[in-house]
């Protein structure tokens, strides 16, 4: 056995009427607003237990009927054996405990993100936790609900649902419905794959069908805020923070390419230099050396692999932050936390970014991916080449940088008219 065993506590729970002490290890009560108390048994949190699934099993009982508490204590204890089990090596339990079809879309949803055959394992570190999020939603609205039973036209009900603002004359969530509808289609295209029942007509009544998309983003920060941002956060000596936001705008770097990402690998493996291990999760991101070298940035962008390069010397926001850098460790995440290791996720950085932005009177819509479309667009603004903006930035090609990262910029359009206005009076002096 391990040697740490998960810490039980006494569960307290009120069956008709009366408080009473269960032996139920893991037990978790949920009361959601307005509605009835809700049971699960809920795995041990902590690194050993991260992969166990599931994470919660839902405890259907009457709490007005006495009897409840056998039932409760019964549930939980024979979960919490099944996880101790899968911890201690039992493979048996391991592979009676692996998700299994039984029907419905939470059974389809959960074999597409953990059969190891499923095209998801091949999605990056980065984008599985934006394509959980959306997984979760549907088990959480949709799950219970028989494929055999379903038509793909509810679909459309399932979209709209999804779509709704949080809160009354809200925005819509069309982004948040859209990219359920789109997991829809990967699951039910593993289903397909799989040879699961109904999901290939399931799949092709999606196929055939069209859900409102977001709209391309047009936020930016202008210069002015992204400046305050830098000076708010040196001040704080928060030099990383005022680093990783400069570099963001003045190379324009995606958020990704600087904070880093996670991924998964044996506990055998041997990190490289540069590289952080968190448990079986090893880090790789931009760390001090690769800026401090003759102060040149190179940087092989994680979306198209290409290799961009930029002088940091002509960078004014980055030379403000690199007289404030400590050397000491120059392995050192460029984006880090207070202790010096890197972000967990964008959520919990852009958290952390969120709270500087509202001092420096950034609106909420503004976000900090959107940075480096701000860059992009200041730049486009100044009269730049689309040739040279896409080179700086790392597309692919140029119709990317118009479409996407040349923001809505009235300045384009009054020196397009400038240009058309000179034109015409040089025609009419010629004339």
Same mark, same amino acid.
């Given at each position: 056995m391990s040697g740490n065993k998960p810490r039980r506590r006494a569960a307290t729970v009120e069956i008709a009427g009366v408080l009473v002490i269960l032996n139920a290890p893991g037990l978790k009560q949920i009361q959601p607003k307005g509605k009835s108390l809700r049971l699960y048994w809920a795995r041990t949190e902590g690194r050993? /237990? @991260? @992969?166990?699934?599931?994470?919660?099993?839902?405890?259907?009982?009457?709490l +007005? +009927?006495?009897? %409840?508490? *056998? $039932?409760?204590? !019964?549930?939980?204890?024979? $979960?919490?054996?099944?996880?101790?089990?899968?911890?201690?090596?039992c493979r048996a339990d391991r592979q009676r405990l692996q998700p299994k079809f039984n029907g419905t879309v939470a059974s389809v949803i959960h074999l597409y $993100?953990?059969?190891? %055959?499923?095209?998801?394992?091949?999605?990056?570190? +980065? *984008?599985k936790q934006s394509y959980r999020d959306s997984l979760k939603i549907i088990v959480d609205t949709i799950g219970a609900r028989r494929l055999d039973c379903i038509q793909p036209i509810y679909f459309r009900t399932c979209y709209r649902e999804w779509g709704r603002p949080a809160v009354d004359g809200g925005e819509p969530r069309t982004r948040r419905a859209y990219g359920c509808i789109q997991m829809l289609r990967n699951a039910f295209t593993y289903g397909v794959e799989a040879g699961l029942p109904h999901c290939e007509r399931l799949r092709l009544g999606l196929s055939n069908m069209r859900f409102p998309k977001s709209p391309p983003r047009e936020e930016t920060l202008t210069y002015n805020q992204v400046r305050a941002i830098v000076d708010d956060a040196l001040a704080r000596s928060d030099i990383s923070l005022a680093l990783t936001q400069a570099l963001q705008f003045e190379c324009f770097l995606r958020q990704i390419d600087i904070i880093g990402?996670?991924?998964?690998?044996?506990?055998d493996y041997q990190p490289k230099v540069g590289? /952080?291990?968190?448990?079986?999760?090893?880090?790789?991101?931009m760390t001090l050396d690769m800026i401090i070298v003759d102060r040149v940035l190179q940087v092989r962008?994680? !979306?198209?692999?290409?290799?961009?390069?930029?002088?940091?010397?002509?960078?004014? &926001?980055?030379?403000?932050?690199?007289? =404030?850098?400590?050397? #000491?460790?120059?392995? =050192?995440?460029?984006?880090?936390?207070?202790?010096?290791?890197?972000? &967990?996720?964008?959520?919990?950085?852009?958290?952390?970014?969120?709270?500087?932005? $509202?001092? %420096?009177n950034v609106p909420r819509k503004v976000f900090n991916m959107d940075t480096r479309a701000s860059g992009i667009t200041e730049a486009s603004i100044a009269g730049v080449t689309d040739d040279d903006l896409a080179s700086t930035a790392g597309h692919s090609s140029k119709s990317t940088t118009r479409r996407?990262? !040349?923001?809505?910029?009235?300045?384009? #359009?009054?020196?397009?008219?400038?240009?058309?206005?000179?034109?015409r009076h040089g025609e009419e002096r010629d004339g």
């Open positions: 050993e /237990f @991260e @992969e166990y699934q599931p994470k919660t099993v839902r405890i259907h009982v009457d +007005n +009927n006495p009897d %409840a508490s *056998s $039932e409760i204590e !019964k549930v939980c204890q024979r $979960e919490q054996q099944a996880m101790l089990q899968w911890r201690d090596g $993100e953990h059969d190891p %055959a499923s095209s998801f394992q091949d999605v990056k570190s +980065n *984008s990402q996670w991924r998964r690998e044996s506990e590289e /952080f291990r968190s448990g079986t999760k090893i880090w790789t991101g962008t994680s !979306k198209t692999a290409q290799v961009v390069a930029h002088d940091l010397t002509k960078c004014e &926001l980055v030379v403000k932050c690199l007289d =404030r850098l400590d050397l #000491s460790d120059p392995l =050192r995440p460029v984006a880090a936390r207070a202790d010096g290791s890197p972000w &967990l996720d964008r959520q919990s950085f852009a958290k952390h970014w969120r709270a500087y932005a $509202e001092r %420096a996407i990262y !040349k923001r809505a910029a009235p300045q384009i #359009s009054a020196r397009v008219q400038a240009a058309r206005k000179d034109s």
